[in-house]
């Protein structure tokens, strides 16, 4: 398989925390790749690494599609194809919903925006994901779930190689969990590669190839997810007592 993404010897410091020590990380064309760890083991720094929104130290190495990246932008990252929503999803609720994901371009550094060919696309991501909304309703009014789509398709419709999801499910019922975790595997199908940040390990095995696990900044493996329980990778993610082979 190739890999969309290589990262080695990442770290990262903030003042006297070391939020990232000597991180590895592959990521395959078309894999759902999840990322768990207990808070602040560093999870969202290294997508923000990964985002370009943070430096690493020196010494660490970025490789995307083959492309070494001694210095990565928010810029660069998202020309590379690589997407995140965080968990704020950063979505205008004043505007209406294809207006947020027209907005996509825009976002990409593309200035000039071509209203009406930007509207429809924004309606044709929003057929793809199947939300089922009018795309004139104001995001304001959306649930949570709602918005969480408006997002995945904003993203979709910057077009996407990497789609990166911090906590996506915080704050889903079951059933929105269980049409995001469809959805990801339509994503997959279509050859994106997704990290799923979650710290329900239930859900994380339903939807995953592979797991990492990070414990106080450092990584403690990549794990096949057919060959891992929740029970083995909360011992992996907290670092109590646990013999794993
Ligand atoms: P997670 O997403 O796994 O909860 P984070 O990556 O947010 O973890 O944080 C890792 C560690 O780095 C934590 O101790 C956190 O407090 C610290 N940290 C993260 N961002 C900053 C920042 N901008 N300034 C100072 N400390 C930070
Ligand atoms: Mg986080």
Redesign the pocket.
Known sequence: MTNFLEMSGIS?R??G?H??RDVDLTLEVGEVHCLV????????????IISGV?APEAGGRIIISGKEYPKLSPVYSTHCGIQVIYQDLSLFSNLTVVENIAMAHHLGGVHTVNWSSMRAVAVATMAKVGIEVDPETKVSELSIAGRQLVAICRALAADAKLLIM?EPTASLTRHEVNTLIKLVSDLKRSGICVVF?SHRLDEVLEIAERVTV?RD?AKVGTFAAAAIDSGKLSHLMTGKAFEYQ
């Open positions: 990262k903030f003042g925390v939020a990232l760890g207990e808070n602040g083991s560093g999870k969202s720094t290294l997508i923000k943070e911090d940040v990070l900044g």
